[in-house]
């Protein structure tokens, strides 16, 4: 996802100051949904700053501490437009699952069947954090969530339980040395 668009998104709910954004995210779980940087946030609004996209509508004062002013942003017309673009945009993309073990796995038979082993299963620990954790937000949430985030919650975690199972056989395969055997070939399931 685009840094652009969730940030102008948010402002479009309201108006926020960076830190208030970086919570938001947090507080809806998205850190954990979307590759975001703190660096990259503060970068953008700078960006988005500068390109008129948003601007600043207060500035609150920090008192008696040596910490800057707080400045909260609003979104512009031009920001809105923008931020219109880029959600159509970020819908349309194609879509190719990159799971990060992709790359490794075609030269999988030359690594060592132990450590292999111990590599999926800490994979598939985090899979099944990543899934209660996911099916916990729901239950929490699901009444109460715009009906688009509800999807995407249920959309995560439709791929995370899809990526379960795929660790699941992954991990039988390298118990059972079909992983790193070229003479094995696995039956398609």
């Not at 073990?101 to 598939?124: G, T, V, W, Y």
Request: charged share 25%.
């Amino acid at each position: 996802m685009s840094m652009k668009l969730l940030i102008l998104g948010l402002l479009m709910e309201c108006n926020r100051h960076p830190y208030e954004i970086r919570q938001t995210i947090k507080a809806r779980n998205w850190h954990h949904t979307f590759k975001l940087r703190d660096g990259s946030l503060y970068y953008a609004i700078d960006q988005m700053r500068q390109d008129s996209l948003i601007e600043a509508m207060e500035v609150i004062p920090a008192t008696g501490t040596n910490r800057p002013d707080k400045t909260v942003y609003g979104i512009t017309d031009k920001g809105k437009s923008v931020f219109l673009e880029l959600l159509y945009d970020q819908m349309q993309l194609d879509y190719y699952p990159q799971h990060p073990m992709f790359m490794a796995l075609p030269f999988a038979r030359h690594a060592d069947s132990l450590r292999l082993e111990e590599i999926i299963a800490e994979q598939l620990v985090a899979c099944r954090t990543r899934i209660a954790r996911i099916e916990g937000v729901l239950d929490l949430k699901s009444d109460w969530l715009p009906r688009g985030a509800v999807r995407m919650i249920q959309g995560i975690l439709r791929l995370s339980v899809a990526e379960r199972d795929w660790l699941i056989e992954l991990l039988e395969d390298a118990k059972s040395g079909e992983l790193i055997d070229p003479g094995r070939v696995p039956k398609p399931q």
